[in-house]
């Protein structure tokens, strides 16, 4: 009698919560200069589309937003504000509520012009209950290290480090070389080093840390003048991270619209990386690069078999307008795809539509199906559709505006990119 009454109990509680999550909605995070992050709810639609809506929107991180770094297990989001109209940027934390919504934690000041962060020490440091967050400043021309608690998002930032750098002399492209651009960190795939394309320095450079989480600069990577390192991602063909590990690192540079691969070797206790190129190709493939691109983001396919990489400013293709009130057509930039070998060469698989102008960041859903695309200039979110098998590109299956110059897009999910040693 009692034993059943538990099990009526247990199973009225099942559907319970089967009922509050059956609409298999996720939810996107957008951050966009005009100083909103918005939560929006991407939905499944009767006639077999999507829709989106918006869930809410905070101005935590004002003025400028220009990243989100997801701690998915925490469910904590950081954002950086570049903080164009100041002297300084801004990181802040927020916590993720249970219906997308963000809810403000604690704000920091930083030097300028953070443009991304990554989080990194939560794999060697779990004794001493750390965790990092590595900032890339583009303007701040320097690299900076918080310590983040285990317990996310916590309700203070600490700033561990500023490490400025400067140049003694302008690079091959003096205009965009005039001083070291931080773009990007990133964290390999072992969790032991943080890498950071210098866009202004032609160089990626190498981190290790210790349990305080400071970060120790070993020997860069170093590309050709003039490339403008921008973003990077690693590979590793056996879908397992090991320093025995086969493992690839595939730099795309903004100034060359160049992807350069290479060989990864790790150099004993922790002492750092050697690199060996071994592939190179413009983000088009055989295709020639339009006059004006400007590659930025690249991510793997969470299947670990594809590369996809934005570009911006070649308004390859013409499209009709998403906003069904407005009927003059849309000018697109492009995404291209290369499938992954696993001897770490690309094989072209196609450039397609991006969906509107200036894709400055995308990113793939947990079943990579899906990959939805911040529009800086188009000023809108779309998603679009991505067969898994071929590693193409589909059409749009989902359109949101959002005022202001979109500046980043997340997932609310576990995803694995190439940027991150564990899904984030
Ligand atoms: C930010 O979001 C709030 C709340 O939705 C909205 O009222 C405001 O217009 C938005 N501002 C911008 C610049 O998008
Ligand atoms: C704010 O910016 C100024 C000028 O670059 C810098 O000296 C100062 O350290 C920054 N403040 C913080 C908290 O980073
Ligand atoms: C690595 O560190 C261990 C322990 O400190 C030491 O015994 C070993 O000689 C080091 N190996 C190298 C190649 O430096
Ligand atoms: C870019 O890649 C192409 C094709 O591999 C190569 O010819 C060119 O030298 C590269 N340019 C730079 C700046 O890396
Ligand atoms: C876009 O491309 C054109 C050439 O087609 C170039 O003149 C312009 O500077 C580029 N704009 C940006 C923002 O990169
Ligand atoms: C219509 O779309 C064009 C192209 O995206 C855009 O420039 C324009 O501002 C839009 N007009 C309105 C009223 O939304």
Redesign the pocket.
Known sequence: MRFSLLTVVVSIAGITMADSSNTNSTTLFVSSYAGNITSLSLSPSHNGGYSLNEISATNGCAESPSWLTLDYKSKALYCLDEGLTNLNGSLSSFTINPDGSLRPVAKATTISGPVSGAIYGAMRSRESGKKGLALAHYTGSAVSAWEIAEKSPPSSLINIEDLPYTLSKPGAVPDRQDAPHEHEAIVDPTGQYVLVPDLGADLVRVFNYGDDLKLKALDPLGTVPGYGPRHAVFYNPSGKCGEDEATFLYVVGELSNNITGYTVKYLPNNSGLSFSQIYSSTTYGPKPVPAGNAAAEVALSPDNRFLVVSNRNNSDYTLP?P?P???????SDSLSSFALGKDGSLTFVEVAPSG??YPRHFSMNKVGNLVAVGLQY??AVVVLARDVLTGKIGCQVAWY?IEGQVTCVRWNEPVFDGTNSQPI
């Open positions: 307008n906003d009130k407005n009927s003059t057509k849309v000018m509107g102008s188009g000023s505006p």
